[in-house]
């Protein structure tokens, strides 16, 4: 999956949503969000329950990896974008 994100925009915070499963009654969320402490964007992943079946764990999180990065690119692209030197 990789998010469509406009030039000069920045995804801050993106929910996943699944359904409950045979443990859990309630629907199941996943927050990705950023902040910067000023150096840049970094990554904060929330979730009160997430499953993960056994037999997609690794391409879930790589995928769930993937978008994270991107959300840090765009977000330091907008925020801290490189200083240009006088030639």
Same mark, same amino acid.
């Given at each position: 999956m990789k998010l469509e994100i406009p030039d000069?925009? *920045?995804v801050t915070s993106i929910t +996943?949503?699944?359904p409950s499963d045979s443990c859990s009654h309630r629907e199941q969320k996943l927050t990705l969000s950023l902040?910067? *402490?000023?150096? /840049? *964007? +970094?990554l904060i992943i929330g979730a009160s329950r997430? $499953?993960?079946d056994?037999?997609?764990v690794s391409k879930d999180l790589a995928k769930? $990896? *993937?978008? /994270?990065k991107q959300m840090c690119a765009s977000y330091d692209e907008v925020f801290h974008p490189p200083?240009?030197?006088p030639q």
């Open positions: 000069g925009y *920045a +996943f949503g699944q902040d910067d *402490a000023g150096a /840049g *964007a +970094f997430w $499953s993960l056994d037999d997609c769930i $990896s *993937a978008i /994270g200083v240009k030197t």
